[in-house]
Structure formats: structure tokens, C-alpha cells
């Protein structure tokens, strides 16, 4: 299966199908580190865990057991206890982040590419995100994210900041929510507008 490197959202040349979604996603150091940590330590079996956060930025990790590997000694798989699902859910929640998607390693392959199993999984938990981290070269570790269109993952562009920089991108992303709030009460009042002027 050939993953395209990068779509856009505004790309007209793809006429059908489901919308492709296009976003520069945003990770504190701390965060990667630990993800990349948690995938090493569990090494050569597969490791994975929940990303929470709000729009692109992600600010919360949620490590899991690999349920495959402890039920069956499966290192080649990953499987996820429904408690492990509703455990990381509540977390987000508390602290007022949601659910984005998940993250896992794949200790024998070159490249972070998600195989079909990666796909339908994540297609199944309804899931937006997906982070890859490739372990076949310990001293290269290599990461890819992508975001779920339909059935397709569309690769994104990956930024790791420093934690201090977070402080930058939440005040944006502040603004941005004051404008989209401006933008659906300036909506609802030409709405009502309109209803005035037809009832006269």
C-alpha cells in the first residue's frame, strides 16, 4: 500500500471520497521522549498507549500494557484491554483534553509505515491519530504520524518543540477558539436577522 507523503485539505484534484485532512501536528520534547522511552524498554515486543490533546497539539500521553503480549506472548502485535480504552478516556477528560488517537512501535520494520492490521484498528476505534515509531535500528529510531481519512492514513508533518514553546501555541489556539465563537454567534444573529425580515 503506497502512503501519500502529504495531502491537503484543499487539494482539488481529489474529487471523492472521504475529506483528507492536513495539519502540522505540535509535541512537547517531554512527551516524545516518553513515548520513545516507553517503545525501547518494551523492545522487542511491541509498545503503544493513548495521545490526548486539543486540535493539533498533543499534551498528554497514556501508556498501556500490551494485552497481546501478556495473554499470549504475541511481540509482533498489539492488543488493547477495553479497561486499558476507558482508563486513558477518563484521563483525558479530567483534564478537559480529548481522545486524539494512539501511538505503537514496530520492532522489526525499517520504515514507520501502518500495516493493514495498524489500519483497520485504528478504523474500528474510530480514532483520528496514529503515531508509528520504527525500532529496527535502535540508534535511529524513526517516527511517522498520520491522520485516518476514511480507510486512508495521510501522513502529517510532526513538530517536537520545547516544553517551554507550549505556552505559544495554547494562546493561538485560544485565539483561534474566540474567533470560531465570534464567527457562530455572528451566524446565529444573520440568522435571526433573516427570520425577522420574512416574517414582516
Not at 493539533?56 to 509482533?76: Q, Y
Not at 492490521?117 to 483520528?128: G, K, P, S
Request: hydrophobic residues 40%.
Amino acid at each position: 500500500m503506497s502512503i501519500p507523503d502529504r495531502w491537503s485539505i484543499n487539494d482539488r484534484t481529489r474529487l471523492t471520497g472521504p475529506p483528507i485532512i492536513f495539519m502540522d501536528l505540535i509535541i512537547i520534547k517531554r512527551h516524545f521522549d516518553l513515548i520513545i522511552t516507553h517503545c525501547r524498554d518494551n523492545y522487542p515486543a511491541e509498545a503503544g498507549g493513548f495521545l490526548g490533546g486539543i486540535g493539533n497539539l498533543i499534551l498528554g500521553v497514556f501508556p498501556v500494557p500490551n494485552f497481546a503480549f501478556i495473554e499470549f506472548r504475541e511481540k509482533h502485535e498489539f492488543g488493547i484491554a477495553e479497561t486499558d480504552c476507558l482508563r486513558a478516556n477518563q484521563f483525558f477528560e479530567e483534564y478537559k483534553m480529548d481522545t486524539l488517537g494512539f501511538y505503537h512501535s514496530h520492532p522489526s520494520s525499517g520504515l514507520p509505515v501502518p500495516s493493514k492490521q495498524d489500519i483497520t484498528a485504528q478504523t474500528v476505534r474510530a480514532l483520528r491519530l496514529m503515531m508509528v515509531i520504527s525500532l529496527a535500528d535502535l540508534n535511529s529510531t524513526k517516527v511517522a504520524a498520520y491522520f485516518m481519512s476514511g480507510t486512508t492514513p495521510v501522513k502529517q508533518i510532526l513538530t517536537v518543540i520545547k516544553d517551554e514553546g507550549l505556552n505559544k501555541y495554547l494562546l493561538e489556539l485560544d485565539i483561534e477558539r474566540q474567533k470560531m465563537n465570534y464567527l457562530q454567534e455572528m451566524e446565529k444573529l444573520d440568522k435571526r436577522v433573516e427570520q425577522i425580515l420574512q416574517s414582516r
